[in-house]
């Protein structure tokens, strides 16, 4: 199957049928290079701020309660994008109130042909998130079954935290999608490293979706710096480098790949290491060191 992961501009909306038109016109050039599984960036969805004026779009809290209240339909706009082309997209993620908690949790959802897969709420919350934004951690990390494979959610921040991702791995991702938004090279480079390493320690196929470019109107999400790319551990049916594509530094565009999900579970038996097989190993190496 094919991949595409979205380097993703955010522009200022005039109104949702804008929105409709972009995002149409995003997910079919993905198709037309062959994707099955689409993937958009963390926070991609902040642009939809910019439909309650720039006021609203300029306000922390107020942007926050504006992306929410279009939440049906953008769930609307994706399942008739993935029934109409018969493909996954994970949707980019945003603010979702009622989650358990008064703060709004950072979702990602998960659209198929026949309808929503399911979602994921970010798990832990950068700096900004917790002391300035006040956007809670959600509950949960399931992996979805679907018919092009088994796939699992690490938003941005928790492609850094190892445990998130073997608990994936554990039962049965096969591949981890990792939608980002990073305003700095050095947050960037820590996601993409994060991502690299995941599919290494894991033997799987790491997906990393960034937003890019300026977007002065929305001091959430203002500067945004990335780069989309499909990585896999650096062994046999892999590329050496770990990379299987990925799109100029802040360029807009899709990165799109061929995948085997055939070969994450030879590499799992019959790699030149078997990391995903030992990595029960380590905890009795360190009650022994």
């Known amino acids: 199957m094919k ?8 522009d200022f909306l005039p109104d949702f049928a804008v929105y409709e038109a972009k995002l149409t016109e995003w997910v079919g050039q993905a198709v037309a ?7 958009f960036p963390e926070y991609g969805a902040m642009e939809l701020a910019s439909l309650g004026g720039a006021a609203v779009a300029a306000d922390l809290e107020r942007a926050l309660v504006e992306v929410a ?13 993935a029934a109409a082309h018969g493909v996954h997209i994970l949707g980019a993620s945003g603010p979702v109130f009622g989650g358990g908690g008064e703060r709004p949790v950072n979702r990602a959802t998960l659209y198929g ?5 399911g979602h994921q709420d970010k798990q832990i919350m950068t700096r900004f998130e917790r002391e300035t934004w006040f956007v809670e951690p959600g509950a949960g990390l399931p992996v979805f079954d679907t018919a092009i494979g088994r796939i699992g959610v690490l938003i941005c921040y928790d492609s850094e935290f190892p445990l998130l991702a073997r608990r994936l ?6 591949i981890l999608l990792v939608p980002s ?11 993409r ?23 002065p109107w929305c001091p959430a999400v203002d500067e945004n710096v990335g780069a989309a790319a499909i990585y896999g551990p650096p062994d046999r049916g892999f590329p050496a480098t770990g990379i299987f594509t990925e799109t100029a530094l802040n360029a807009p565009g899709w990165a799109v790949a061929e995948v085997d999900l055939a070969a994450v579970h030879r590499v799992r038996r019959e790699g030149g290491v078997l990391n995903h097989l030992h990595w029960d190993e380590q905890a009795d190496r360190v009650a022994r060191a």
Do not use: K
């Open 69 to 81: 209240r279009w939440r049906e339909a953008v769930d609307g706009l994706h399942l008739r994008l």
């Open 181 to 191: 938004c990073t305003d700095s090279l050095a947050g960037f480079t820590r996601v």
């Open 193 to 215: 490293v994060g991502a690299m390493a995941r599919a290494l320690e894991n033997q799987c196929i790491t997906v990393h979706s960034p937003t890019v470019g300026l977007a």
């Open 3 to 10: 991949i595409a992961a979205a380097a993703y501009p955010l």
């Open 113 to 117: 042909p026949q309808g929503i897969v």
């Open 33 to 39: 290079q062959g994707a099955d599984l689409l993937v």
């Open 169 to 174: 791995a554990e039962a049965g991702a096969e």
